[in-house]
């Protein structure tokens, strides 16, 4: 009787076992619909004609990983949540030249108002494109428009500089990658149209030329892009952006943000998370599935099983943790790095299906 009652407790502690380290795409997708919810109706967040920012941190991965659970969660088309997002962005797309920026130039100082267009042209082309939206090229010709056609930024778009990472601080590279990857999303075999190809010849010699001197995470970037856009790197580039990656992954399988952003100093002079995050860990390992590395593959394995086993199944989301400040991850400022990480851990596990 002992024997067999051992036998029930272990039977029953691997169930459990195996509970936790499944995550969930019912409770990843509640988070990302409610912070979205969240950021919409968030007074700071609204702009020009009843619009709001479309966000580096919430709305942006939220567009490009809401979508990948649909099959998951047996949905038919976009949730409310998301209609309502995409007719935000369609009517900035559509008022183009007649809504205000972001942030003007006569509020936020020069050169913010260049700045709020290049960075919205790219993510609202990137957002349209990944729904193939009836819009997406309207919006990817607003983009083309902004591109930068002189200067030692060549190829790029200018791009909102807070002196905030990982996303508005020194991230004008970050924002090339995303246009990069907004044109080889678009449907239609739009990367090979003709009309565009001069200013993607720019886009990948400026991401070609810039790659060396950027911090690992815009790397990781990169070899996101070059899954868009064929060609743009060598196998041999690819490879050495690949062993860059594995070689910061933590004994637990994740990774962190702080070994991916160089010599970033938080503004409040506290010391950066230094424990593995579901930013980091989603970014990398959907970066690596893109490429084309094996789900075999032993180091990518234990990535997965990280974000696996860290969801946290009470709220839906996996934590990230600011580089500019210590924040209270409880408070909705304190929960960007999260919005941007459920995002990336939906796409990687998704992309593991």
């Given at each position: 009787m002992k024997t067999f009652i051992l036998a029930i407790v272990a039977a029953l502690s691997f169930v459990v076992s195996l509970s936790a380290q499944t995550p969930s795409p019912t409770a990843a997708g509640a988070y990302l619909d409610s912070r979205m919810s969240w950021w919409m109706a968030w007074p700071s967040a609204a702009r020009d004609h009843d619009t709001f920012c479309v966000s580096c941190h919430t709305a942006a991965p939220y567009a490009m990983a809401r979508p990948a659970l649909r099959t998951a969660l047996g949905e038919q088309g976009p949730s409310a949540v998301e209609r309502k997002f995409l007719d935000n962005v369609t009517k900035r797309v559509r008022l183009w030249k007649e809504v205000e920026p972001f942030y003007p130039d006569a509020t936020r100082g020069v050169p913010k108002t260049a700045e709020s267009r290049g960075t919205e042209s790219i993510?609202?082309?990137?957002?349209?494109?990944?729904?193939?939206?009836?819009?997406?090229?309207?919006?990817?010709?607003?983009?083309?428009?902004?591109?930068?056609?002189?200067?030692?930024?060549?190829g790029a778009w200018a791009w909102l500089q807070f002196h905030n990472s990982p996303w508005e601080g020194d991230s004008q590279y970050y924002g090339a990658t995303l246009a990069a990857i907004?044109?080889?999303?678009?449907?239609?075999?739009?990367?090979?149209?003709?009309?565009?190809?001069?200013?993607?010849?720019?886009?990948?010699?400026?991401?070609?030329?810039?790659?060396?001197?950027?911090?690992p995470i815009d790397r990781v970037m990169l070899l996101w892009t070059s899954a868009k856009l064929p060609g743009l790197l060598t196998p041999a580039q690819q490879k050495a952006i690949v062993e860059e990656a594995f070689a910061k992954q933590q004994p637990d399988g994740g990774f962190s943000l702080s070994a991916f952003v160089g010599g970033w100093k938080r503004h409040d002079n506290t010391a950066l998370e230094t424990k593995s995050d579901g930013y980091a860990t989603g970014l990398v390992v959907y970066a690596l599935e893109q490429s084309g590395i094996s789900h075999?593959?032993?180091?990518?394995?234990?990535?997965?099983?990280?974000?696996?086993?860290?969801?946290?199944?009470?709220?839906?989301?996996?934590?990230a943790y600011s580089l500019n400040k210590q924040r209270d991850l409880a408070t909705d400022v304190g929960k960007f790095m999260s919005d941007a990480a459920t995002a990336y851990a939906v796409l990687a596990l998704q992309g593991a299906n």
């Open positions: 993510f609202n082309a990137l957002i349209l494109a990944r729904y193939a939206a009836p819009d997406a090229r309207l919006a990817l010709d607003n983009m083309w428009a902004e591109q930068l056609k002189t200067g030692d930024a060549k907004a044109i080889g999303t678009a449907p239609g075999n739009y990367r090979d149209t003709p009309e565009i190809q001069d200013g993607l010849k720019l886009l990948r010699e400026y991401l070609l030329r810039e790659s060396a001197s950027q911090v075999d593959q032993p180091q990518l394995k234990r990535a997965l099983a990280w974000l696996a086993q860290n969801q946290d199944k009470t709220e839906g989301r996996w934590l």
